[in-house]
């Protein structure tokens, strides 16, 4: 049967989301998965195509304009869905959902409290949401007292996808990519294996830019990270997808340890000084580092559930005041710490309890 799957936003909203295709296809195992995801995780999804984890994939970011978007509809409707699951919620894609003309239609259904009046209400309302879905599966928000904490996204995933499938799922599993390990992807991180120290992988995106912290701060955990005192490690610092002010300030700051730009990764200098600066990674090449790292410090994105797929530990840095709503999105293994940004002076303390 044909199954039609609405994920077009995140990397991360995309990994937590495999646990739940994995469970499709072993509930039938004719299964056919049209993934509609977006610019932002298209790489990612591109990977779970080769791997033959979906079937079909489209990138919604690239449907422009109103003849783009009905033949696209044309071409659902072709494909004759019997399940369509709505995993980003919003009205296009209930649209889509709703001209597919798939069998069966579930979403996820966010609640609220009105700012207004103080009354729950829900992205789709509650009276229509029964009439519309076949399933769907209510996600509390933060303000809600009664919200179950405990609950993970993938969870709620998992349980929409089998509640419609009428099956039951064991574990919260995501797809551990068999790919990754190719040899162009590992002769370019050859140093991993020739310095056979541990590894942290620290990412500074463009989230960091928004830390109250100095770049002092920020340069003194680094020394830190890179000093003998934690077990003489290799630090690798990757950048997101911009290149923001503060990689330069950082790699202009540690100019002496000769920081690369990704071609020139072998210098004994480096290896001395125990760090390296990588830039234009990939989301395999981040995987790949992911996967041999011992440590990852991370402001809460992509990486935060990738570490889950290979259980490496992390540090997860999320917003202040937001510890409620991101236990939702937490790592899906126990070798986590997640902390607030004004908590990020604690780091230093916490590395040797999971390295």
Known sequence: MNYLILRNDGIGDLVVTTDSIELIKKNDKNAKITLICSGRNYQYAKILKREKHIHNLINLDKVIG???????????????????????????????SLLSRSKYINTLLPNKLSKLNNILIYKYPLLISKFL???????????????????MMGSHISNLISNS???????????????????????????????????????IDEKWLHLDESINHIISLIDTLKSKR???CLLVITNGVIFTRLNKLLIKHFSNDKATNGNDLSTDFDIKKNIYFLKKTNIEELMYLSKCSSLIIHMHGALTH??????????????????????????????????????????????TNLI
């Open 230 to 232: 934690i077990g003489n």
């Open 165 to 203: 499938l009428k099956t039951k799922n064991k574990g919260l599993n995501y797809i551990i990519p068999k790919s990754i390990d190719i040899s162009q992807i590992k002769n370019k991180f050859n140093f991993l294996d020739k310095n056979r120290k541990k590894i942290i992988l620290m990412h």
């Open 66 to 96: 109103i003849k783009s978007f009905f033949l696209l509809i044309k071409k659902l409707r072709k494909i004759d869905f019997f399940q369509a699951y709505i995993l980003k919620v919003d009205n296009k894609n209930l649209f889509i």
């Open 133 to 151: 879905f076949y399933k769907y599966e209510i996600i509390n928000t933060t303000k809600i007292k009664s919200s179950n904490t405990k609950t």
């Open 306 to 351: 990738i570490s889950s797929i290979y259980k490496t530990p992390i540090i997860d840095i999320i917003p202040n005041n937001s510890k409620k709503y991101f236990y939702k999105w937490r790592p899906n293994f126990k070798n986590y710490i997640q902390i607030e940004t004004k908590e990020m002076s604690k780091i230093k303390k916490l590395i």
